[in-house]
């Protein structure tokens, strides 16, 4: 399902939370919402649920959520790990969500055993750590089979070996033509999750791209080679046109692959002791690029 974000807003105050934003989101893909503290991820969540009121709207397949009787089953949600009646068992909550769905008990204790819940089921969530919050919310969301799975922060408080299952448990959920958009702090595990990536900044768009080009963007990619004479191969760089500069005892050199600066360093006639290819990682590429535009500084200690 085609979900498109159009023009959407939203002022506290004096504040501009969200800045005219606009992004599409694909089916079949897994996108990453990124942004600094403060950068206006929540709200944009809540607006394209229509559970905050503000500018723009949004659409799935091209009809607003409004639009469609059954909503359980065109977009599923989680947006807070402690958002249940501390009071009601875990599988009464999911219960209580599939009643106003009319979805049946067994599709209930389906999800319970999918999230891994089956023994704390006729548990009360009160009692829950982070992770088994997470479950039960993702539980939620995935109750009638949406074709939309909007989550925020679902990965605060999971162990590794959760968060590897969430990782494959979304992937495999986009692989069957659904459409999944998911915010997370946790850039190096966004890094392997994501297909596509939607960065913001103070409530505006930053980047809406492949993760893969909004690594190739940093600057922080290049190529690394020590010589004989790194000095010499420097000027022999720079007169050439290309970018580069002395770098942990060695050169790193700018928009060139690790064959072309060797064959310099061999026509130039010097020996190579060192050349290798250096990649950014997702997290040096956001800190990066979003630098100019974090909310809320940090500071040494004093």
């Known amino acids: 399902m085609l979900v498109e974000a159009k023009n959407l807003g939203k002022t506290f105050g004096q504040r501009r939370a969200v800045d005219d934003l606009s992004f599409t989101l694909a089916p079949g893909k897994v996108t990453g919402f990124l942004g600094p503290n403060g950068s206006g991820k929540s709200t944009t969540l809540r607006l394209m649920l229509g559970l905050d009121v503000g500018d723009g709207e949004t659409t799935f397949d091209g009809k607003p959520i409004t639009a469609y009787d059954d909503v359980t089953t065109i977009v599923g949600a989680h947006l807070d790990a402690k958002l249940f009646h501390p009071q009601r068992t875990a599988r009464n909550h999911l219960r209580m969500l599939a009643a106003e769905a009319d979805i049946s008990d067994d599709r209930v204790d389906e999800v319970i055993a ?134 942990d005892s060695g050169l790193s050199v700018l928009g060139l692959d690790t064959d072309t600066v060797g064959h310099i360093a061999f026509e130039t006639g010097l020996r190579v002791f060192e050349l290798s290819e250096r990649r950014a990682s997702l997290e040096t590429a956001f800190l990066e690029l979003t630098s100019n535009a974090q909310e809320f500084e940090t500071g040494g200690a004093k």
């Open 114 to 247: 999918l999230m891994g819940l089956t023994s704390v089921a006729k548990a009360r969530p009160k009692s829950f750590s982070m992770g088994m919050g997470q479950r039960l919310g993702l539980a939620g969301a995935i109750l009638g089979n949406p074709n939309v799975l909007l989550l925020d922060e679902p990965a605060n408080g999971l162990d590794p070996a959760t968060i590897h299952w969430l990782r494959d448990f979304l992937r495999a959920y986009a692989g069957l033509g659904r459409t999944v958009l998911v915010s997370s702090h946790l850039l190096s595990e966004m890094e392997l999750m994501a297909d596509d990536l939607i960065v913001i900044a103070r409530g505006q768009l930053v980047a809406n791209e492949p993760t893969s080009s909004f690594i190739d963007r940093s600057t922080r990619n290049d190529v690394y080679v020590r010589s004989a004479d790194d000095a010499q191969l420097l000027d022999v760089l720079t007169a050439k046109g290309f970018t580069a500069r002395m770098s």
